[in-house]
C-alpha cells in the first residue's frame, strides 16, 4: 500500500499491534500488515472551555487562557493516551484553578503574566510525556462579577473626580500665592502703590469740539 505524506504531516506506523517507526514526509510503501496513523504537527492555538474559579477572598471569577502547542513526538502522542488534548486541556485548567486559588480577586488580573508562568511551568513536563511541546500560555479574559466591575466602575470615577478636584486646588493655591507675595511687596515697598496708583491715573482724554461755524 503506498502512503503520501505532506510536508506537516509525520506517519505513525503499526504492524501486527506493536510500534514500528515514524514515517517522515513524502511517498512511502508498506504491506496491508501495516497501518499508518497520519499526525498533523503542525503549531496551533486555541483556548480550552472556561471556567469560573472561587479566589482566596471567595469571590468568583471567570478565567479563560489561550494555549500555543505542537506535536513534538507523534509515536507518543498517538500511544500515550485516547485523547491527548483533552487531557492537555485537563492538565491546563487544574494548574488554571490552583494559580487563581491562591490570589485575591484583585491580583488575578495584574498576575496575568505570572498565572500564566506558573500554568507553563506545572503543565509542561506533563505534556512532554503526551508527545505534545506546550510553547506557551496566556491568560486571555478575566472577568469579574457584575457587582465588582460595577464598584471598580466608580472607584474609577472617583479617583479621576479626586484628581480633578486638586488640581483646581492647586490653581488656586497658586491664586492665593500670588496675591499673598504682592501683598507682602506692597507692604515692604509702599511707593509701589503711589506708582500703580499713578498708573491707574494717567489716562488721556481728547475732547474733539466741534468746528465753529464761520
Avoid at 509525520?10 to 501486527?16: D, E, I, L, S
Amino acid at each position: 500500500m503506498k502512503h503520501t505524506l505532506m510536508p506537516w504531516e509525520r506517519g505513525v506506523v503499526f504492524r501486527h499491534g506493536k510500534f514500528v517507526e515514524v514515517l517522515s514526509p513524502g511517498r512511502h510503501r508498506r504491506s496491508f500488515r501495516h497501518r499508518v496513523h497520519h499526525v498533523d504537527v503542525r503549531p496551533r492555538s486555541h483556548t480550552p472551555g472556561w471556567q469560573d474559579i472561587p479566589t482566596s477572598d471567595g469571590v468568583l471569577i471567570r478565567v479563560t487562557v489561550v494555549l500555543n502547542w505542537a506535536i513534538d513526538d507523534p509515536a507518543q502522542y498517538v500511544q500515550a493516551t485516547a485523547a491527548p488534548e483533552v487531557e492537555l486541556h485537563l492538565l491546563v485548567q487544574v494548574a488554571l484553578r490552583t494559580a487563581v486559588l491562591t490570589r485575591t480577586h484583585d491580583e488575578v488580573d495584574r498576575s496575568r503574566d505570572t498565572i500564566a508562568q506558573e500554568i507553563l511551568t506545572t503543565v509542561r513536563d506533563r505534556a512532554t510525556t503526551l508527545g505534545i511541546d506546550l510553547r506557551e500560555v496566556a491568560v486571555r479574559d478575566v472577568v469579574m462579577p457584575p457587582e465588582l466591575r460595577k464598584a471598580a466602575l466608580s472607584e474609577l470615577l472617583a479617583r479621576a473626580e479626586a484628581r480633578a478636584t486638586l488640581e483646581r486646588a492647586r490653581g488656586e493655591t497658586a491664586a492665593l500665592r500670588s496675591l499673598l507675595n504682592a501683598a507682602r511687596l506692597a507692604e515692604d515697598h509702599p511707593a509701589l502703590l503711589q506708582l500703580r496708583a499713578l498708573q491707574t491715573a494717567n489716562t488721556v482724554v481728547v475732547d474733539r469740539q466741534p468746528p465753529s461755524p464761520t
